[in-house]
């Protein structure tokens, strides 16, 4: 039995979103999730809560209190890229780029070391653990285990807890931890982001309670542009905008109501029985 659980935030503003991008309209507010991020960083402290921030690290370099403000508040800053880009979409030097460079900025504008990489839409290459150890990092969460969703992502992997690189791709690096995020037990879609919108808390609290169960620590993320009003956009996608704004706020702070002690990923794979250590002494997780 887990009583623990990771509510991490994919750290990116909605103009950065791939729905924004592909877009036909436009929208003339900047800056538009970082009062999503406030809130978050606040309901948190309110519940003795942390969590991991997985940052795009331009936002870093243009609203750098943010992120900062983020660091201060004790959450683990991670990296989510530097531009928020796919990754399959670039060249293995473009991708060595996207990864050095958010470290490096995220690491400057924080002063804290940044060890922890998310995929923007779980979006990862052969090259990918490869270049993670290359550039320092030590775990990735950029796996999701769901069924395969058509235009999405899913269908690949059946990894439930955090597991050496190697047990994604058999080539990869053992000093890469996987930390995959969860995943509602027998259905196989994910508990948060999007379906968190779709399906509503209870759905999540069932699926985080079914894990601890079985040992699991639950890995979830919301993105800070979740949490806040969007500007109707022509072009983006009418699931987007479904339960965003308030609705969401109160689904995170339900969630954060539940008996669970809320903390980093780091925490967790520092001082926790995980996948990666059974399978170095030879047990099955």
Known sequence: MSNRAVLSIDFELFT???????????TDRDGVGLDGGRFFR????EY????????????????????????????????????????????????RAELAESKDVLERVTGE???????????????????????????????????????WYGGEYDIHRPVPASAVHPDAPDSITEFPASVMPG????????????????YTILGMRLLARRGITPMLYVHPWELVDLPAVEGVPTRVYVRTGDW?????????QQDFEFTTAQAVLAGGETAATQLQRGETP
């Open 16 to 26: 950065q979103t791939p729905a924004y991008r592909s877009a036909s309209g436009t």
């Open 42 to 45: 606040e309901i948190l402290a």
């Open 48 to 95: 003795d809560a942390t969590a991991t921030a997985f940052v795009v690290s331009s936002v870093a370099q243009s609203h750098p209190d943010a992120v900062r403000a983020l660091a201060d508040a004790g959450l683990e800053v991670a990296s989510h890229t530097h531009t928020h880009q796919l990754l399959s979409d670039l060249d293995s030097d473009g991708r």
């Open 113 to 151: 070391q940044v060890s922890g990489f998310r995929a923007p839409a779980f979006d990862i290459t052969d090259d990918h653990f490869d270049l993670l150890s290359d550039i320092g990092y030590t775990y990735d969460s950029s796996v999701v285990s769901s069924r395969s969703i058509p235009g």
């Open 187 to 202: 259905l196989q879609l994910p508990l948060t982001g999007t379906w968190l919108r779709f399906f509503g808390p209870r």
């Open 248 to 256: 969401m706020r109160r689904a995170v702070e339900r969630i954060l």
